[in-house]
């Protein structure tokens, strides 16, 4: 299994179980505004009914996730569960073959940051309308990581905003590096299950979000701006990996 962090980063874990933005959203520069985005509503289909196989395929997921809870791919999920862009571009970094940085590589830290602040604001509309449980919620059991449970208590299950921004991450770096676009990939696509570990969202929830950040992707694809920087961080990263 990938690691990154330290040992005893682990440990405490367990332990404590450019292109200039067009708008702002409190803290956090997005290239567009929510309305510029695609309708997650309109096109996603709502999370799976109560009583439906889904649900139950949804339901054996999060068991083989709390089956994974004490391992060490257990300690990655909580290390996961820091969401931030700086833990991203961290986390990403063996896969991409460079950690991203304000310092080292101005222009890719600027399009990556910029473009998965769009897939996290992408996904609100969706969270509001369906305000889907989250598991630990409906199961009336706590996640592997308890002191993070009020802040995400009643803040909608579906989509998953982590993994939206990690395969947000994921997509664009692959087409920046597609030379280590498998390992790329791989590395999204297992911090999306880190969520579905934890006990903070369903499968159905992440493989939701999955969609989400292609539509995003798109979205940005047909932007000159974005397109512009894309370009520049393409040069820049020419100099930097091999």
């Given at each position: ?12 874990l ?38 439906s ?6 339901s ?15 300690a ?118 880190s ?48």
């Amino acid at each position: 299994m990938r690691r990154f962090l330290p040992l005893a980063v682990f440990t405490l874990l367990i332990a404590s179980c450019g292109t200039p933005s067009k708008t702002q959203v409190g803290r956090a520069q997005t290239n567009f505004r929510a309305e510029q985005l695609p309708d997650m509503v309109a096109f996603l289909p709502g999370p799976p009914d109560f009583n439906s196989s889904d649900f139950i395929a949804d339901s054996l997921r999060y068991e083989w996730g709390k089956s994974l809870r004490c391992s060490e791919r257990g300690a990655q999920a909580v290390a996961d569960a820091n969401g931030n862009t700086e833990y991203l571009f961290a986390y990403f970094a063996p896969a991409f073959g460079i950690e991203v940085t304000p310092e080292g590589t101005p222009e890719t830290y600027r399009l990556l940051k910029l473009a998965i602040n769009d897939a996290s604001l992408s996904v609100h509309g969706a969270k509001k309308y369906y305000k889907r449980p989250r598991p630990f919620e409906h199961f009336g059991e706590h996640t592997s990581l308890p002191s993070a449970e009020p802040r995400f208590r009643g803040t909608g299950s579906y989509p998953s905003g982590h993994t939206v921004r990690a395969w947000e991450c994921a997509l664009m770096m692959a087409e920046l590096n597609p030379s280590r676009q498998n390992e790329i990939l791989k590395a999204g696509y297992e911090y999306g299950q880190s969520r579905v570990i934890c006990g903070y969202h369903y499968q159905s929830d992440v493989d939701a979000a999955r969609l989400v950040a292609a539509a995003v992707f798109a979205r940005q694809h047909a932007d000159k701006d974005i397109s512009r920087q894309i370009e520049k961080a393409k040069k820049e990263l020419a100099k930097k990996i091999k």
